[in-house]
């Protein structure tokens, strides 16, 4: 599986306040939640509330696409779909409804985590 770069994960708050004290940095954990509302305020990150862990941030790149979360280890992958995006397009369509924004997460164990399993 190919690493992910800090530009493509979603991190949580403490992650980014832990990377920044590993890098040297001196800031506390309140700064780093208030840049991170402040940049969430401008549109240069978004913040994801997925089921049983903290919020989560990734960089607003500008792309819609939709996400898939493992149960266990928390792990996020990023997807995109056009037969997804047109049936949801369709069922507010059905609905009366005027689409303006969506969320989709879907959950699961991913692969790391069942091969861990299997070895137990």
Known sequence: MEKQGVNDR???AEE????????????GLATVYRVLTQ???????KRH???????VFELNKGDHHD???CIQCGHVEEFQDATIE???????AKQN???TDHSLCLYGVCANCQTARVSD
Not at 17 to 24: A, D, G, M, P, V
């Open 97 to 99: 409804f005027k689409l």
């Open 49 to 55: 509330h997925f089921e049983g862990g903290n919020s």
């Open 10 to 12: 979603h991190l949580s």
């Open 86 to 92: 047109k049936l949801q397009l369709e069922i507010a």
């Open 67 to 69: 996400h898939i979360v």
């Open 16 to 27: 980014i306040y832990k990377s920044l004290i590993t890098e040297k940095e001196e800031i």
């Open 39 to 45: 940049f969430e305020s401008a549109g240069l990150v």
